[in-house]
């Protein structure tokens, strides 16, 4: 059934956020990112290797403020070798998405495409 979308099903826990000062999210390119808590209130993007805290779904005009979800069935881009749906370890990439590793948090992947390297994952 190629026209089952599960993208957005049970996002419930989003929370809005500052940006690290240091870091730059552009509204209508950085939706769909994986950030982590980088102090008080604040997310910023992952680097390499980093456990994520949250998939972007929103950011404000002047790109200050970020509407994260914490809960649900979201896509983020992958890279390397593409999972295989079921649960899977996952880390940030450093390159604003997720790749499978085993030091990961454990996921539900319950779609890959490997066409345009995204999954569609269960954050809880």
């Known amino acids: ?15 809005s956020v500052n940006v690290l000062s240091t870091d730059t999210f552009t509204l ?4 769909n990112y ?3 808590v980088t102090g008080n209130k ?7 290797g980093d456990r994520f805290h949250g998939i972007v779904k929103a950011i404000s005009r002047d790109g200050k403020l970020l509407t994260v979800a ?19 370890k996952l880390l940030a990439d450093g390159a604003d998405g ?7 948090d454990e996921y539900l992947v319950i779609d890959v495409d490997t066409t345009n390297t995204i999954l569609t994952i269960w954050l809880g």
């Open 98 to 104: 997720v790749k499978e590793d085993v030091g990961g």
């Open 28 to 31: 209508g390119t950085h939706e």
């Open 42 to 48: 604040e997310m910023g993007h992952c680097a390499d």
């Open 70 to 88: 914490k809960r649900g069935f979201v896509d983020v881009l992958y890279s390397g070798t593409a999972p295989t749906a079921g649960l899977v």
């Open 34 to 36: 994986p950030v982590k």
């Open 1 to 15: 059934m190629d026209n089952v979308a599960f993208n957005e099903i049970g996002v419930d826990a989003l929370f």
